[in-house]
């Protein structure tokens, strides 16, 4: 069964210090969503892509926080500088395309900045 | 702004016990709502999905029930197990992205 792919799954850094998240789409899913649950809540998105566009970046921080979907299949989750409120579950998904409602969500990268 | 509520936060019941758990939207404009399982440390599984004009859909053991115009759901588990332990997290789609409630925490103890 196909499945998303993150990596790595779990990352320990010093706050200041850059980080990097690599997410893979299950294959032919045009659409990938970035999501950040702190523990005890929900998850909360980050940011939205169709193909290689972005579609909604609202809630990204983008003063550190950055993604980029180069040719439209993995993306690439960054955060410079690392602060302490960033330790979080870092989750990514993936849909058919955007009406198809069933995201696919992949294990997730736990993020601890020490 | 969409906010999703879920009650209880924590639960503990015996195995075989059927048991409700809540969840609550305040726009009631929404396209769809959607309950997932997450183990500890471990991504979501989407468990069932419930259109906007639909009432109910029905999975084994599971039953998720929508009433969109008091903007409330119910996720029913019948026969728990032990292997049902989990966080069930109610999630809506709407003119945002999807809105996720907090999860209820589920122990089923053998």
């Known amino acids: 069964e196909a499945e998303v792919a993150q990596s790595p799954r779990y990352k320990i850094t010093e706050k200041s210090q850059a980080v990097a998240f690599w997410c893979d789409p299950i294959?032919?899913?045009?659409?990938l969503y970035w999501y950040r649950q702190i523990l005890g809540q929900g998850p909360e998105l980050l940011v939205q892509?169709?193909?290689?566009?972005?579609?909604?970046d609202s809630q990204l921080p983008k003063d550190r926080f950055s993604a980029e979907r180069l040719k439209g299949v993995d993306s690439t989750l960054k955060i410079q500088p690392a602060e302490l409120g960033d330790s979080a579950m870092y989750l990514c998904a993936s849909s058919f395309d955007q009406a198809e409602e069933t995201q696919y969500f992949g294990p997730g990268t736990r993020l601890l900045v020490l | 702004k969409q906010e999703v509520t879920q009650i209880p936060a924590a639960l503990s019941v015996p195995e075989g016990e059927n048991l409700v758990l809540n969840c609550s939207f305040t726009d009631s404009a929404i396209y769809n709502l959607q309950w997932f399982r997450q183990d500890p440390g471990k991504g979501l599984t989407s468990l069932l999905l419930?259109?906007?004009?639909?009432r109910e859909q029905t999975s084994g053991r599971l039953n998720a029930s929508l009433d969109k115009s008091s903007g409330r759901s119910t996720l029913y588990i019948a026969a728990s197990q032990p292997g049902d332990s989990a966080t069930y997290l109610c999630?809506?789609?709407?003119?945002?992205?999807?809105?996720f409630g907090k999860g209820t925490r589920l122990s089923v103890i053998a």
């Open positions: 294959s032919g899913h045009a659409t």
């Open positions: 892509f169709q193909d290689e566009s972005v579609v909604d």
């Open positions: 419930i259109q906007s004009s639909q």
């Open positions: 999630a809506v789609s709407g003119n945002t992205p999807l809105v």
